[in-house]
Nanobody, 121 residues
Framework: QVQLVESGGGSVQAGESLRLFCVAS????????MGWFRQSEGKEHEAVAS???????RYINSGRGRFTISKDNANERLYLQMTDLKYEDTATYYC???????????????WGQGTQVAVSS
């Protein structure tokens, strides 16, 4: 059974940093693309950062230069380092995994329960 468990969220002031953690079980992280998504009240679900099977990283435009995604395949962990947080980063952040396919990534099939990030200005 695949399980993704996030942690590391919290309440911070604008300009501060947080590091989100995701522990994956039941899957071999090296065989999956993994990503962080977020959803805030009244807004659509959006992709924040992802890392594919070749280690290529992608970021939401507003997160470039502030967010860093990393993956530890040996320990089945995914991280999101967020710096210089802004009020608009307030959301529930989800870890997700998509199987690698011949070219790129498949659909994000597995999702965690989310961890909340609240940034006060």
């Amino acid at each position: 059974q695949v399980q993704l468990v996030e942690s590391g969220g919290g309440s911070v002031q604008a300009g501060e940093s947080l590091r989100l953690f995701c522990v994956a079980s039941g899957l071999a992280a090296s065989g999956y693309c993994m990503g962080w998504f977020r959803q805030s009240e009244g807004k659509e679900h959006e992709a924040v950062a992802s890392i594919d099977g070749d280690g290529i990283k992608r970021y939401i435009n507003s997160g470039r230069g502030r967010f860093t995604i990393s993956k530890d395949n040996a320990n089945e962990r995914l991280y999101l380092q967020m710096t210089d947080l802004k009020y608009e980063d307030t959301a529930t952040y989800y870890c997700a995994a998509a199987p690698r396919v011949r070219i790129g990534c498949g659909s994000y099939t597995y999702w965690g329960q989310g961890t909340q990030v609240a940034v006060s200005s």
